[in-house]
């Protein structure tokens, strides 16, 4: 393959629209590669850095990939320093990407940031581009020029442990005025927005990390719902759409009926048909599409995962979502280009798509910054977030009128809590809460597993749950043998005797398994700052003023009494 054979005229085209002197250095860097399949190949995949930042800088010069994804440590100038170092060694500049989608996927040593769920909750789009300009800027300090958000995900499956937090909610208006909102801010700041997670999930509460899951919506209900929003997208010139392990057997089934469950059933990442014919013919994407994952179970269980990594370039995907072996893997499609099975026109589209993203977000011009440290958690950052955390917590239900809180009518309060449980940041996480409250004069036990206590020892038991949708959660509800350590504590209810309130610093459906809980609050984020915002509000220094993105009664009326 030559750069003669790069369809470069797909650049002058929303949502590159190049101008001829970035298609001519699109061809240049083609032309550099030229001669070196290996290396041509090598950009199409991205792999990420977990671990110490130090070895990464020779693994990523000796394999070349296009792109790299971070995993960020606590340690600010070690990152830093790690991403300036790969970019001035890499020949072909890096896309950097991360999953900009606040709370606890906030940057360790930046400003942190309420999830989308929260926002949601505020519901004022001109505090969600405040908070998506901070976060922006940030990035373009740290190297970051690709964040995999907006989730576009349609929280409708209340038991999604994988949706709920990470997204705006279940309406699909209140979606897009974010969404749209995200786009905007992130690429005006250089950095490339991306969908996901195409098709559509949230109508399946399975977790696409273990398994395929499936958006059963008919196409008409698709159209007004997910194709809404990613057409809104695409018109609003997003640069990248994420295509996922997640099945959308009525498209399948509307050009085949008599489809069989191999290919109704097939993800996205490895569909030709909801990648080529779906989003790019129909729905008009023009954008470079990445996949999620390759190596998340959606994926394996349907094709052996090197296999699989090939299929995702022949059905439409740009780039491929992490390689633990990525000479291996270069292997594979190289081989796949030899025999005929990967067309040669497909790499020469794909490639154009990467390079032409590349020049999209200015990288071939961009200049190393002299100070980007002095850019992160800046006073005025922390006041916008200080903002947004203020206005998000809701008062869900307070049916016996226990708020506000003081130390002279709750003084003896009980905590019972997990913790905060995240899968990828290993055991869970005492909350700061307990201290906060005792730092305003409260008396506060910590519950610990087979401790007998009596409901009239306390003025308040407060139950506090800290677990947002992140992966391979399967599902999430309130364990209460898990939570009381006990089976017959794990039957105890104590609001007869005693004011009772649960508190979830995330996931906001635990009325579900707590239908007579007599006061909820959901606050949607674990930070200590979300910590202390709902202290404000709990003791009446601030109102509640958040509105639920989602149904928190779960669809159950005996939840509301």
Known sequence: MTPDDLPLNLLRKQPFSLSEEDI???????????????????????????????????????????????????DGAAEVTLL?????????????????????????????????????????????????????????????????????????????????????????????????????????????????????????????????????????????????????????????????????????????????????????????????????????????IVSDASEMAGATSYMAAGPAKVEMLRAGCDMVLFTGDLPGDIALVRAALEDGSLPEARLAEALTRVLGLKAALGLHRRKTDDDPLARLARPDAKATAAEAFARAPTLVKDVRNLFPLSPETHRRVLVISGGIVSPIHGAPVSLALPEMMRARGFEVTVFAHGDPWQPAEYDLVLYLLAEETLLTRSHIFLDWARLMGDFRMAMKRPWHEVPTALVSFGYPYYLYDAPRMPAVINAYATSDEMQEAVLDCMTGEKPFTGKSPVDPFCGQEQARF
């Open 24 to 74: 001519a250095w699109v061809a240049q860097s083609a032309a550099a590669l030229a001669g070196d399949l290996e290396s041509m190949i090598a950009q199409l995949f991205v792999i990420g850095l977990h671990g110490p930042a130090g070895p990464w800088a020779a693994e990523i010069e000796r394999l070349r990939p296009g792109g790299v994804t971070r995993f960020f440590s606590q």
């Open 84 to 288: 300036q170092t790969l970019q001035q060694r890499s020949k072909v500049p890096l896309l950097v990407s991360a999953d900009l989608e606040g709370s606890r996927m906030s940057f360790p040593f930046g400003t942190q940031v309420p999830n989308p769920l929260a926002l949601a909750a505020v519901d004022d789009t001109a505090l969600t581009r405040d908070i998506y300009t901070l976060m922006a800027e940030e990035a373009r300090a740290v190297g970051t020029n690709w964040s995999f958000t907006p989730v576009i995900d349609i929280n409708a499956a209340f038991r999604s442990a994988i949706v709920a937090t990470r997204g705006f909610g279940s309406d699909p208006a209140l979606i897009e005025r974010h969404a749209m909102v995200q786009i905007e801010t992130l690429q005006r700041h250089g950095i490339a927005a991306c969908l996901k997670h195409w098709p559509g999930e949230g109508y399946d509460d399975r977790d696409q990390h273990l398994l395929t899951t499936v958006n059963p919506l008919s196409m008409d209900a698709w159209e007004e719902t997910f194709g809404r929003l990613y057409r809104a997208g695409i018109a609003n010139n997003v640069l990248s759409v994420m295509s996922a392990h997640i099945a959308l057997p009525a498209f399948v089934r509307m050009l085949d009926p008599e489809a069989g469950p191999e290919e109704l059933y097939r993800p996205a990442s490895l569909s030709r048909l909801l990648n080529q014919e779906l989003l790019r013919n129909r729905l008009g994407f023009n954008g470079l």
